[in-house]
């Protein structure tokens, strides 16, 4: 299963406009909810852990890994993908602006490792990053990440 197979249509936001990084990660948890990934408790659960623990989710430049710890409120292992229309600081000294935010959210421990796997294969590569962050449409996203696969 490749990880354009864990992005159905509403997991992925292209073009998304974000005030700040806390509504870039309030987007992303809302596609989580709205593919029955996750309940909204989960979303407040991602913007807890940033609060408390800063940046760490920022793990490439323009790139941010939100997620939280495994909970009642994630039914099933997935990712949702928001491109940013306008980059967000996280507070990252490395990493900032971010332009990409895929959401992770996984039911226990080892559920997401597969996802984890494809995910960091496909952003090793500098030119794959690139264009997925300047993918216009769910579909190119789609596409891209299927070409990786």
């Known amino acids: 299963m490749s990880l ?3 992005l159905p249509e ?4 292209t073009g998304a ?5 806390r509504e870039a990660v309030r987007i992303a948890g809302d596609a989580l909810v709205t593919t029955g990934v996750t309940d909204a408790a989960y979303t407040d659960a991602m913007l807890a852990a940033i609060e ?3 940046p760490y989710v ?5 790139f941010a890994l939100p997620h939280a710890r495994p909970s009642e409120a994630v039914h099933r292992a997935g990712i949702s993908w928001v491109g940013l229309a306008e980059p967000v600081e996280f507070g990252s000294a490395d990493n900032d602006p971010v332009r990409l935010v895929v959401a992770l959210a ?4 080892k559920a997401h490792v597969g996802i984890m796997a ?9 030119d794959v990053l690139a264009a997925l962050m300047n993918a216009q449409t769910p579909d190119e996203v789609r596409d891209i990440l299927a070409s990786q696969a």
Do not use: K, M, N, Y
């Open 4 to 6: 354009a197979d864990h």
């Open 10 to 13: 509403g997991a992925i936001i």
């Open 17 to 21: 406009h974000a005030g700040d990084w």
């Open 52 to 54: 408390e623990l800063g």
């Open 58 to 62: 920022v793990l490439a430049p323009g």
């Open 106 to 109: 996984a039911p226990d421990a």
């Open 118 to 126: 494809q995910l960091a294969g496909v952003l090793t590569e500098d």
